[in-house]
């Protein structure tokens, strides 16, 4: 019986390993530099003005419930020759504007108040998409209890917590295979200008699997 019950433990290992029962906290740091739509861009890396930046960072989220990101420390500058854009936090910096268009397969985003403000986009390679997601303007939905993206569909990520000071939850969608974290830069139109932004982000994702509930988009 010893070897069979080895071997049941064994088993039990690598499932609760592949589907995040018991997965420690992961730190993680996001240049600024990092582009959610780096492998997603209409054009070619060379002919992005302004640069197409970094590739951005990842994590894998196979078989996957829940994400949230706290602990978000650190300032981006995504202009750092006008002092009005310097030391931008998780959540954005105003008076600018986000008004990113869809680029191949990947959904825009857009805010009329905020710019540079830490997104995400779950992914999968053998996902076809049907259409591109709905571009979501953030405005009022950014203080979100839990949020149910798309798959490919850009999505507001921020500090993690909304103004009521409430952790925020991302639900995975079922075919993921990878969260992309990064910035959404450019101001207006496709993703552009990312070789002069400065400074990092540090950030850690904690993972739970617990049973889908519907997202509150409020």
């Not at 993680?28 to 492998?39: P, S």
Request: glycine fraction near 10%; hydrophobic fraction near 35%; charged fraction near 20%.
């Amino acid at each position: 019986m010893r070897p069979l019950y080895l071997l049941i433990c064994c088993c039990f290992a690598i499932l609760s390993s592949v589907y995040g029962q018991g997965f420690p906290d992961t730190t993680l740091e996001i240049d600024a530099k990092c582009n959610v739509y780096y492998y997603n861009l209409m054009q070619s890396h060379a002919n992005t003005p302004g640069g197409a930046g970094l590739p951005p960072v990842e994590i894998d989220v196979r078989g996957l419930k829940q994400i949230r990101i706290t602990n978000v420390t650190g300032t981006v500058d995504f202009m750092p020759w006008n002092d009005s854009s310097k030391e931008c936090s998780a959540d954005g910096d105003g008076p600018f504007i986000t008004e990113i268009a869809a680029s191949k397969g990947f959904s825009g985003i857009s805010h009329p108040k905020k710019a540079m403000f830490l997104v995400g986009v779950f992914t999968s390679p053998y996902v076809i998409p049907e259409g591109i997601p709905e571009s979501i303007n953030f405005e009022k939905h950014e203080n979100y209890t839990m949020w149910g993206p798309e798959m490919n569909q850009v999505f507001f990520i921020g500090d993690g917590q909304n103004n009521r000071g409430e952790q925020q939850t991302i639900l995975v969608p079922t075919d993921a295979e990878k969260l992309y974290l990064g910035f959404a830069d450019g101001l207006v139109g496709l993703p552009r200008n990312y070789s002069d932004n400065e400074g990092k982000l540090r950030i850690t994702a904690t993972i739970a699997n617990k049973p889908h509930v519907p997202a509150v988009k409020n």
